[in-house]
């Protein structure tokens, strides 16, 4: 397809389609915040809360390019 290898195909969707996901969630939970009227402080621990699994995927990511895995 287009000159591409199936792997290939796979590793943009994983980087840019995962990427893409992860902004449009932390689009969702700032809207969370808004529509709820949870003020700073709400906003912050929703952030900090429901963000916190977006932040271990790109941890993951982080220490598997250090590690030396591709």
């Given at each position: 397809m287009g000159g591409f290898t199936e792997e290939?195909?796979?590793q943009f969707g994983l980087t840019f389609g995962v990427?893409?996901?992860?902004?449009?969630m932390l689009f969702i939970i700032v809207q969370l915040a808004r529509?709820?009227?949870a003020?700073?402080?709400?906003?912050?621990v929703l952030l900090?809360?429901?963000?916190?699994?977006?932040?271990?995927f790109v941890a993951?990511?982080?220490i598997k390019f250090?590690?030396?895995?591709?």
């Open positions: 290939q195909i796979a990427g893409a996901f992860m902004l449009y529509e709820s009227k003020g700073r402080f709400g906003t912050f900090l809360v429901l963000g916190f699994g977006l932040l271990g993951k990511g982080v250090f590690i030396g895995g591709s």
